[in-house]
């Protein structure tokens, strides 16, 4: 049974850090591409940045390049998301998605999909 699992979120002090993992079971996330949204309350879910098979990032939100970091460990069959510089805006439920093609910003494009961890920034 194929399965994506979603770890790591809580709360954090603005400027703050956390590290959230994907892990995948059941298959291998070797030729897919990974992809992290959030769903904030009263908002719609968005992409937020994706890693591709090849290992290349693309950034989809503006305000969290330079501080939003992903990673993929493909002999783990993992994928992290290394959050630095929390401020509240970032407040939201955060989501792994797995497609077996390139990124995408469209979270329709994604079949797959981890249960969601919450991240709350807040002093």
């Known amino acids: 049974q194929s399965q994506l699992v979603d770890s790591g979120g809580g709360l954090v002090q603005p400027g703050g850090s956390l590290r959230l993992s994907c892990a995948a079971s059941g298959f291998s996330l070797n030729y897919y591409a990974i992809g992290w949204f959030r769903q904030a309350p009263g908002k719609e879910r968005e992409g937020v940045l994706c890693i591709n098979s090849s290992g290349t990032t693309f950034y989809y939100v503006d305000s969290v390049k330079g501080r939003f970091t992903i990673s993929r460990d493909d002999a783990k069959n993992t994928v992290s998301l290394q959050m630095n510089s929390l401020n509240p805006e970032d407040t939201a439920i955060y989501y792994c998605?797995?497609?077996?093609?390139?990124?995408?910003?469209?979270?329709?494009?994604?079949?797959?999909w981890g249960q969601g961890t919450q991240v709350t920034v807040s002093s």
């Open positions: 998605a797995v497609r077996q093609s390139w990124c995408s910003d469209k979270a329709y494009m994604y079949p797959d």
